[in-house]
């Protein structure tokens, strides 16, 4: 059965590290939010327009990664899958094409994840540039997992 693999976690946690390694191992076709943001609207796009262009890309890319499971192919989804809401619906529309969905759960304490940051921010190579300030206030909009959503636990 195809299988989406779902990468949760906060900035810093190690998603993609972990994604790129989970596409080799399984075989699968990784999705990577933030690379596509990279090479469409560069490493820091304008705050004013990051949710049009956010939202461009999640519909372009959910259409192809659809077809994958569709067609028999497993995907990583190396979203952050931030909010219950996205996590539910995303569960769904893989279950409603006959695919199954596994959870991870990145965590890393907070200063090494803003370790993980400064080092990328010096050596962008295909990321997003996350200031300090960005760090905090996007911890507002992060929501953990509940405790009746099945994971696989991965401290990075």
């Excluded at 949710?51 to 067609?71: G, M, P, S, T």
């Excluded at 809401?85 to 995303?90: A, H, L, S």
Aim: hydrophobic share 40%.
């Amino acid at each position: 059965m195809p299988t989406a693999h779902l990468i949760h976690g906060y900035l810093g946690a190690g998603k993609t590290t972990f994604a790129r390694r989970l596409e080799r191992e399984i075989p699968a076709i990784r999705f990577s939010h933030d690379e596509w943001m990279v090479r469409l609207y560069g490493h820091d796009p304008p705050i004013e327009q990051f949710a049009d262009f956010y939202w461009r890309i999640y519909q372009l890319v959910e259409e192809i990664w659809l077809r994958c499971l569709e067609r028999g192919v497993d995907v990583v989804l190396d979203f952050g899958f931030w909010s219950r809401q996205e996590r539910d619906k995303t569960r769904a529309k893989i279950s409603a094409i006959g695919a199954q969905a596994h959870l991870y759960r990145l965590t890393c304490s907070e200063d090494e994840a803003w370790q993980r940051i400064e080092k990328r921010n010096a050596n962008l190579q295909g990321s997003l540039l996350i200031v300090r300030n960005t760090f905090e206030v996007l911890k507002e909009r992060f929501e953990p997992l509940a405790p009746d959503e099945a994971r696989i636990e991965i401290t990075a």
